[in-house]
């Protein structure tokens, strides 16, 4: 083998060969993907509906600490509960006498 006798072309035409033969086959399996239009919908259906899924429990926490937490003020704050209890009373008294009038 000497330098000019082609041989270390050949070489380099084979690794470029094989260098083209790896890039053709990563772009057909790309396109392969992107051509799963089933594979794609349904992927996109689980980011959907797990996101919906995190949603729904996020919104279901901050009604549950809100509730909590109004339901921790009305225990806290029992003179405006037995108020409206009292008020309650008082107006069945007076509708009592009303109808009892009117008879």
């Given at each position: 083998m000497t330098p000019g006798?082609?041989?270390?072309?050949?070489?380099?035409?084979?690794a470029e060969i094989e260098r083209t033969r790896a890039e053709l086959g990563q772009t057909v399996q790309a396109l392969a993907a992107k051509a799963d239009v089933k594979a794609r919908m349904k992927e996109s259906a689980d980011r959907t509906t797990q996101r919906?899924?995190?949603?729904?429990?996020?919104?279901k926490d901050v009604v549950l600490d809100t509730v909590h937490e109004a339901g921790?003020?009305?225990?806290?704050?029992?003179?405006?509960w037995s108020a409206v209890a009292v008020g309650v009373a008082a107006i069945a008294v007076v509708l009592m006498v009303m109808r009892g009038r009117r008879r």
């Open positions: 006798d082609g041989h270390g072309d050949i070489e380099l035409l084979r919906v899924r995190d949603q729904a429990s996020h919104t921790e003020k009305a225990r806290r704050n029992v003179v405006p």
